[in-house]
């Protein structure tokens, strides 16, 4: 029984070391284009992006809380709505959600009609969560927006240009 325990235990070990290695060795290597990612949520932090930069109110209010303020767009969408969406990254990768309502063309004044989170993850190609303080859960990808609300229920709304 003691050689048994013993055989169980080691087994157990060098599973857990292989899959420790393999979790660092995708999270260090970035994945190909049209390959998705091995977890379901991979924080964006390996390259800086190139794009646009944010709108000028959404820097404002980064660095306002203390962030980055050269936030550059990864994606950028306009719902059937009316909403446009940022997803935003720094210059180490981190992840930020811009929204704002009204039309494309209406200001963007946060608080009012803008809201601004920190706590976004990359699901896949072109496909992120956000999740607000009240608990609702953002869903922004180039197809739709959804709106898993904390209570229940969802809404969505379909992209007419990104």
Not at 91 to 116: I, M, R, S
């Amino acid at each position: 029984m003691v050689i048994a325990t013993v055989f169980l235990t080691i087994i157990g070990m060098t599973a857990g070391f292989v899959l420790g290695e393999r979790h660092r060795r995708d999270a260090e290597v970035p994945q190909a284009p049209g390959q998705t990612p091995t977890t379901t949520q991979v924080r964006e932090t390996t390259r800086p992006a190139g794009g646009p930069l944010c709108p000028s109110q959404t820097r404002q209010t980064a660095a306002r809380l203390g962030l980055s303020g050269d936030l550059r767009q990864v994606l950028r969408i306009v719902t059937d709505n009316g909403t446009t969406v940022w997803i935003c990254q720094d210059q180490v990768g981190h992840l930020y959600y811009q929204g704002k309502t009204g039309g494309e063309k209406a200001p963007l004044v946060e608080g009012q009609n803008g809201l601004f989170l920190v706590d976004v993850t990359r699901q896949g190609p072109d496909e992120y969560q956000a999740i607000a303080d009240d608990g609702n859960r953002i869903l922004v990808s180039r197809v739709e927006l959804r709106v898993l609300l904390a209570r229940g229920g969802e809404q969505t709304q379909k992209v007419v240009s990104d």
